[in-house]
């Protein structure tokens, strides 16, 4: 495990869907040049699948799995900083909470329910909010999930009302902070 002295300057974005992981990290991307990791999309593209055909044809258990491992293959010290972006239920397994946090600095961007439902109602990529009453789903995942997304992270940013501009802008002050006074 890293010591926090050794911790890589990577930025990692965590939270429930629809809190802007995705937008955020393009615009870090943009900001800083760095690489983007989006998880989702890496296991999308490895498997050739959408993360809805991977529940729908191998279950969850696997799909967390892969997320496992791609967490374990994305610790490489020689790699360069990197913005990685994490699906919303990463957190769920205690070993990859320790993952993230020797990734880099974690920061959880969150939102309240009705602003996670509008988000998210605008597609159906997501197979867990796939139900008659993704209210209720989200409301239940978020109690689970909110002590998880605590523990994980070095920052907790509230977006609802932020552009992903400003969100970005406040991750890049913490993150400056951070980094230059760890030791
Ligand atoms: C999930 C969140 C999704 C994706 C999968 C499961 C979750 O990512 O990983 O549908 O368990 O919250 P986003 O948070 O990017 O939507």
């Known amino acids: 495990m890293n010591s926090e002295s050794s911790l890589p300057e990577n930025i990692v974005l965590i939270g429930f869907m629809g809190c802007g992981k995705t937008t955020v990290g393009r615009e870090l991307q943009h900001r800083l040049g760095y690489p983007l990791v989006d998880m989702d999309h890496v296991i999308e593209l490895r498997t050739g699948k959408s993360i809805s055909e991977i529940f729908a044809t191998q279950g969850e258990a696997a799909f967390r799995d892969m997320e496992t491992n791609l967490l374990q293959e994305l610790q490489d010290p020689t790699a360069p900083r990197r913005i990685i972006s994490t699906g919303g239920g990463v957190i769920g397994r205690e070993e990859n909470r320790a993952l993230l ?26 197979p867990l909010l796939q139900t008659e009453d993704p209210a209720a789903i989200i409301q239940a995942l978020l109690e689970e999930r909110m002590p998880l997304y605590q523990s994980a992270a070095h920052l907790k940013l509230d977006t609802a009302g932020l552009c992903s501009d400003e969100v970005a802008t406040g991750i890049l002050e ?6 230059t006074h760890r030791l």
Not at 104 to 118: E, F, M, N, Q, R
Not at 174 to 179: E, G, L, M, S, V
Request: aromatic content about 16%; some cysteine.
């Open 174 to 179: 913490c993150a400056r902070y951070f980094f």
């Open 101 to 126: 946090k020797d990734l880099g600095y974690v920061v959880w961007l969150h939102a309240p329910t009705s602003v996670i439902l509008d988000r998210t109602s605008k597609n159906r990529s997501r």
